[in-house]
């Protein structure tokens, strides 16, 4: 019964590294999301995938890419990390776009 | 732009009293309405959620009201919890867009 998870839990980065967080589903969701929470901000939308083969932006996309790879999986990419990317980062699965569900998240630094 | 608005960072309420959150939104396409609650460290849970064509959905203790004319909608819990007390989200549903949040704190 994992629902969605999420790794890595937690990153340090070098400004100009590159990473991939994975996420992975196994309830069977049609869309699934990518977030960063940060202080005051609340969640902000980065990218979601409305179905497998499918994305698209969110309230915040600069600076990342994704990649819905099988109905069970979406990626976030970080190209080149800056500090301002430094954020707790989540992912979600939802059926039909409502009840989403959520990953225990991942916690980002670029230094 | 934001899309959906909680104007209160923080409310405090006594264990026994009435909590109400408030939200705000802009968006008229959104056709659903939820609050999720998120505790320290976790990821966002559902709580409960409201279509546009309603105006109050009711479960247990949480009941959320809505507003189409004035744009806003409140979540109201009775009686409050001390276990309730965490961040709630009022989120618009076409892709799930979050508002800033509101910590609730239910005191003894």
């Known amino acids: 019964n994992a629902g969605v998870t999420q790794t890595p839990k937690f990153q340090v980065l070098k400004t100009g590294q590159s990473m991939t967080l994975q996420c992975a589903q196994d309830?069977?969701?049609?869309?699934m999301y990518w977030y960063r929470q940060d202080p005051g901000m609340g969640l902000r939308l980065i990218y979601y995938?409305?179905?497998?083969?499918?994305?698209d932006k969110g309230e915040v996309p600069n600076g990342y890419n994704v990649s819905r790879l099988n109905k069970r999986e979406f990626s976030l990419r970080l190209e080149s990390a800056a500090p301002s990317q430094t954020s707790v980062y989540f992912c979600a699965s939802s059926y039909e776009g409502i009840e989403a569900f959520f990953g225990q998240g991942t916690r980002l630094t670029v230094v | 732009d934001q899309q959906v608005k909680q104007n209160s960072p923080s409310l405090s309420v006594q264990e026994g009293r009435i909590s109400i959150l408030n939200c705000d939104y802009t968006?008229?396409?959104?056709?659903?309405f939820l609050w999720y609650k998120k505790y320290p460290a976790e990821g966002p849970t559902f709580l409960i959620s409201?279509?546009?064509?309603?105006d109050k959905n009711e479960d247990g203790r949480f009941t959320v009201f809505l507003n189409k004319s004035a744009k806003h909608l409140s979540l109201h819990i009775v009686p409050s919890q001390p276990g309730d007390s965490a961040v709630y989200f009022c989120?618009?549903?076409?892709?799930?867009?979050f508002g800033t949040g509101t910590r609730l704190q239910v005191f003894p």
């Open positions: 995938s409305a179905s497998e083969g499918t994305t």
């Open positions: 989120v618009g549903a076409d892709k799930l867009i």
């Open positions: 409201i279509s546009s064509i309603k």
């Open positions: 968006n008229s396409m959104f056709d659903y």
């Open positions: 309830m069977n969701h049609n869309s």
